[in-house]
Structure formats: C-alpha cells, structure tokens
C-alpha cells in the first residue's frame, strides 16, 4: 500500500522536508516538553514517558513513517521503532 505522510505523522529522516514537517515539529514540541524529566528519570519511567509520546501519536492519527532508499515509497515502522526513535530524540535534546 503506498503511504503518503499526513500532517499528523512523524517522518523519520534528516533533512528538510522530516525537519519541516508539520508532525515533526509536534513531535520535537512533545520531546521538548518531556526532556528534563526524561533525563531524571529511572529506566522504567523513561520507558514510560516514551510510551507515552509514542500513543500521543498514534492517538491525534499519526503513524511513524520512513522512506525506502530504493523504492522511495513510505512505509510505516514498528512500535519498537518508534519507541527507539523517540528514545533516541529525548536522549539528543538532553
């Protein structure tokens, strides 16, 4: 099925078009705003804070989508995935 990313997903990539996606910056605003008690927190509760950014997503309709190298298609990653990738942007803004 060919995907074409919404306003309300998180495009995982670099670049300009991930960096200004309108679901981007919802994302990085939620990252913001859980940063510092990210960094505090305990590994179960980062696991839940990443949990919790992650249903946000998914709950306003959004989907963790990334672009095939070869293909150029969309296509929507794993829960773990994302989990990863939300873990991995509070980790970068702390």
């Known amino acids: 099925m060919k995907m ?4 309300n997903d998180v495009m995982c990539g670099r670049g ?4 200004n ?9 939620q990252i913001s705003l859980h940063c510092e008690a990210y960094a505090k927190a305990s590994k179960s509760e980062k ?9 946000s997503v998914a709950r306003d ?9 070869t293909s150029g298609e969309w296509y929507e990653i794993d829960d ?7 873990g991995q942007s509070l980790r970068e803004m702390t």
Request: aromatic share 4%; hydrophobic share 30%.
């Open 47 to 55: 696991t839940k804070i990443t949990r919790m950014i992650v249903d």
């Open 80 to 86: 773990r995935s994302s989990r990863e990738k939300t």
């Open 21 to 29: 996606h309108v679901g981007n910056k919802r994302f990085r605003m």
């Open 4 to 7: 074409t990313p919404q306003a």
């Open 61 to 69: 309709s959004g989907r963790f989508l990334k672009k095939d190298p």
């Open 16 to 19: 300009a078009d991930a960096r």
